[in-house]
Each structure stands twice: as structure tokens, then as C-alpha cells.
């Protein structure tokens, strides 16, 4: 069992879970264990608009001077762009300051390896043993401290990274572009690369005041992109998250487009252009059906992980997978990048929408999606879940949906809740088996 982190890095209340001394002692641990040759090691930290950014950022960079590793500060910055410049700047290791899509009181830590990839469990478990002990006797001697100095030139490099996953003759004339930045952490750098791809570009949530991070915008609130793409008569809408690693599409009529969708939409894209490196793509346990039978509709498969996109990746490096993601709209094209990448992802498609010459209604709407329902369970300690009368109702639910419907419930690896999810061909059914198993997690977490 892992005490501080969670399916995506370390995430809670700003200075209260994620305090200055917890963030010191993660510079540390994670400096010590990155730490191999004899040449100078360094780190990248990158963070999106939140206020504690500033608090957190500080006491990473004591920690990580206080072993010995330069620190090169990046500011706002997307968690690809981090992940790409770990790599590109021969960093030792990567940091994104990031809460992601939850609400700016929360804040939290991700660690990326070399390599630009997330950490798997092993270090982070190692990386938790050195939190909790002594390392005051490990901490780099006065004359090998190390130094902080903050990069300019990091959003015109990821620009141009971004820019290159298009082929050169691929631009997007023509296409009147709403992006909403969830005035996070790509609110320069997403306008930018769609402007100078050719787009017309109309720009919302791009006013960070360090308390409006997600808040009304972005992709978990897309209501404000539905209604400017339809104000403005759009061809396209993109949100993006807190800090950019996940996407959410707006088509022309102003209908949401998921990850899933997506997935599907660049999938038949790129069996037809033989670009799968494996005959089919990775979700997850969330994945709608709808999905899974269009997949194998087109001869491909469809592999399941537990939720996170991390383990997604996981699984995409381990069977030679260059796509993959979630339904919230982590998108993973390894191709390009070590991590989902909500901007690469929305390129992705304008690409298939420009080259199929079709609306992105047209382009995005690959299958109907079964009846799904996922609701939200909060409870503050134990383990509702294990109740004798939670166990019950999950096998009675299951029995009634039988092979015609899925029902999966999880504990949220970020924050004090259970999610329980049915799908299947019958709505009113679907409707009844989760409220049954809300009910009983209810009565149980009471």
C-alpha cells in the first residue's frame, strides 16, 4: 500500500495535504534516488496557474538543491510539455506541479523518470520509504549544493514539438478553432500552436488569476466552449484541463465528443493508413461498449487496464501499443509523446477532420454509445466496500445485467470516493442496478 500517492503522483488540499515540508521531502527522496554517474544531475519542474504553485515550487527546489541537483524552472507549462523536456533536456528527472482538473484549492505532485515517463509503483514506493525516514545524513555537502535558474525558451519549444506531430503539407486553413484553456496551464502555448498552424483561433479561458484554474471552463466544465462554438458558429471546439494532458471535443453542432470517440475517430484513421503498431488500442475498465464493439467491428481489439492513464501506458509499452486512453479523454499516441497529451491528441484529429474534407460531427461520431451511468459515492474513512451488504448488492447488480451490460465500481485513486459505473443496452436497467449499489455503498459509508 502506497500512503502518499495516488494513481497520479501525489494529490490534496493545497498546504494541507501537499504542504512545503511534504514537498521538500519529495525533492529529496526523489533527488537521492535519481542520482546515478558522476556527472551533474539536474531536474525539470514545471506547474499550471495555481496559487500554491509558487509554495510548492519553492520547497521543491530547497529539497532538490538541498542533495545536490540544479533545478531548471519552466513556470506554467502543460504535464506533456514536462514530460517532453525531461527527455530533450537530459534531465535526471521531471516534476509537474498539477492538480489537474480538480478545483485550485488542490494541488499536487508528478514525477517523471529520464525517460519521460511516469514512475512505476517500485520507485514511488521507494521514494515514499525515503519521506518517511532520515535523510539528513544524505544531503549534499556546502560546496555541492545545487543551483535554480528559471528556462525562457521552453513554450517555443514545445510549440514547435507540437506543430511537428502533423505532417508538413497538414495545416489547419480554413478551420475556425474555439480552444478553452481552462486558464490553466496551456493558456499561452495552445492558441499559439492552433494560430500557427493556420487556424482561426478564438481563445477562452486564458486569464489564470490563480484561484480560476478549471473553474467554469476546461474540460470537465464544457458547458462555456458548447455555447461559444454555437454563438460563434464554429468548426471545432478543444477543452483542455487543468494542466493539458487530457481533451475534450466540441463539434460544430456543439455536441460533446469523448475520449472514446476520439480514440475511435484516429484508430480508423490510422488502420487505414497502417499506422497501428498492433492491431487494436488500450482503455480502460470505463471504456464505453459501444467502443469495444466498433473496435472490433473494423478487425481490431480492444484491451482493458484498471483506470489511470498511467496504467495504460503500462500496458501500451509492455504489448507495442501506440494507442490508447481514457474516456475522460487522456489520449496516449506513444508515437509522439510519454504521456497523454490533450493539444498532440486534438491535432491528431483536426488532421483526420481536414484530411476526410467532413465536419467533425461527421468524423467523431463512430458508434453509438450504450446507455452508461456513473455515480459518485463520498465517504470519510473505512472501506464501504467491503461490507457484507455491498457485497451482495455488486453480485445481485451483476446477475441482473447479465451479458448484456458491464458494472464496474472503484475507489477513486485521487480523492475520498467510490465510483460506481453500469452500462448496457437496456437504460432503465442500467438506471436501477446503480442505484441499488449507490444505495448500499450509501448506507455502508454512513
Known amino acids: 500500500m502506497r500512503k502518499h500517492f495516488g494513481t497520479d503522483g501525489?494529490?490534496?488540499?493545497?498546504?494541507?495535504?501537499?504542504?512545503?515540508?511534504?514537498?521538500?521531502?519529495v525533492g529529496q527522496a526523489a533527488g537521492l534516488i535519481f542520482q546515478r554517474g558522476d556527472h551533474r544531475h539536474r531536474v525539470v519542474i514545471g506547474k499550471d496557474t495555481r496559487l500554491s504553485g509558487y509554495m510548492i515550487e519553492t520547497a521543491l527546489v530547497a529539497g532538490f538543491t538541498s542533495v545536490g541537483m540544479d533545478v531548471l524552472l519552466l513556470g506554467p507549462m502543460p504535464t506533456p510539455a514536462v514530460a517532453m523536456l525531461t527527455r530533450s533536456m537530459r534531465a535526471d528527472i521531471g516534476v509537474m506541479i498539477s492538480a489537474s482538473h480538480n478545483p485550485f484549492e488542490d494541488n499536487g505532485i508528478k514525477?517523471?523518470?529520464?525517460?519521460?515517463?511516469?514512475?512505476?509503483?517500485?520507485?514511488?514506493?521507494?521514494?515514499?520509504?525515503?519521506?518517511?525516514?532520515?535523510?539528513?545524513?544524505?544531503?549534499?555537502?556546502?560546496?555541492?549544493?545545487?543551483?535554480?535558474?528559471?528556462?525562457?525558451?521552453?513554450?517555443?519549444?514545445?510549440?514547435e514539438f507540437a506543430k511537428r506531430t502533423l505532417p508538413r503539407h497538414v495545416t489547419l486553413d480554413g478551420l475556425r478553432v474555439v480552444v478553452d484553456c481552462a486558464n490553466g496551464a496551456a493558456y499561452r502555448v495552445a492558441?499559439?500552436?492552433?494560430?500557427?498552424?493556420?487556424?482561426?483561433?478564438?481563445?477562452?479561458g486564458v486569464e489564470p488569476d490563480g484561484f480560476n484554474i478549471n473553474q467554469d471552463v476546461g474540460s470537465t466544465a464544457p458547458e462555456t466552449l458548447v455555447q461559444k462554438v454555437r454563438e460563434l458558429r464554429a468548426d471545432v471546439g478543444i477543452a483542455l484541463d487543468g494542466d493539458a494532458d487530457r481533451v475534450l471535443i466540441v463539434d460544430e453542432k456543439g455536441q460533446k465528443v469523448d475520449g472514446d470517440q476520439l480514440m475511435a475517430a484516429v484508430a480508423r484513421s490510422w488502420k487505414e493508413d497502417e499506422r497501428l503498431t498492433q492491431p487494436g488500442l488500450v482503455a480502460t475498465i470505463m471504456s464505453n461498449l459501444g467502443l469495444e464493439r466498433f473496435i472490433n467491428g473494423l478487425g481490431l481489439t480492444l484491451a482493458r487496464t484498471a483506470v489511470g492513464d498511467r496504467y495504460v501506458l503500462e500496458h501500451m509499452r509492455e504489448h507495442?501499443?501506440?494507442?490508447?486512453?481514457?474516456?475522460?479523454?487522456h489520449i496516449i499516441m506513444s508515437d509522439y509523446a510519454t504521456t497523454g497529451d490533450g493539444l498532440v491528441a486534438a491535432l491528431q484529429l483536426l488532421s483526420v477532420v481536414k484530411r476526410r474534407n467532413l465536419p467533425?460531427?461527421?468524423?467523431?461520431?463512430?458508434?453509438?454509445?450504450?446507455?452508461?451511468?456513473?455515480?459518485?459515492?463520498?465517504?470519510?474513512?473505512?472501506?464501504?466496500?467491503?461490507?457484507?451488504s455491498v457485497v451482495t448488492a455488486i453480485a445481485h447488480a451483476k446477475d441482473r445485467l447479465g451479458q448484456s451490460g458491464r458494472l464496474v465500481i472503484?475507489?477513486?485513486?485521487?480523492?475520498?470516493?467510490?465510483?460506481?459505473?453500469?452500462?448496457?443496452?437496456d437504460r432503465d436497467l442500467v438506471a436501477e442496478v446503480v442505484d441499488e449499489v449507490v444505495d448500499a455503498v450509501t448506507r455502508a459509508a454512513a
Open 10 to 25: 501525489i494529490r490534496g488540499r493545497a498546504n494541507g495535504v501537499i504542504t512545503p515540508e511534504l514537498a521538500l521531502k
Open 111 to 159: 514525477l517523471f523518470g529520464p525517460d519521460g515517463f511516469k514512475l512505476n509503483d517500485e520507485l514511488e514506493l521507494e521514494i515514499e520509504s525515503l519521506i518517511d525516514g532520515d535523510m539528513r545524513r544524505r544531503l549534499a555537502g556546502s560546496r555541492e549544493l545545487g543551483r535554480a535558474k528559471r528556462i525562457e525558451s521552453v513554450h517555443a519549444r514545445y510549440i
Open 191 to 204: 492558441p499559439e500552436t492552433l494560430w500557427e498552424l493556420g487556424a482561426e483561433v478564438i481563445a477562452i
Open 320 to 329: 507495442g501499443y501506440n494507442l490508447g486512453g481514457e474516456q475522460s479523454g
Open 360 to 388: 467533425v460531427s461527421e468524423v467523431c461520431h463512430c458508434f453509438e454509445p450504450l446507455p452508461q451511468i456513473l455515480k459518485n459515492v463520498r465517504f470519510r474513512s473505512g472501506e464501504p466496500l467491503r461490507a457484507d
Open 410 to 425: 472503484r475507489p477513486s485513486g485521487t480523492e475520498p470516493v467510490i465510483r460506481v459505473m453500469a452500462e448496457g443496452d
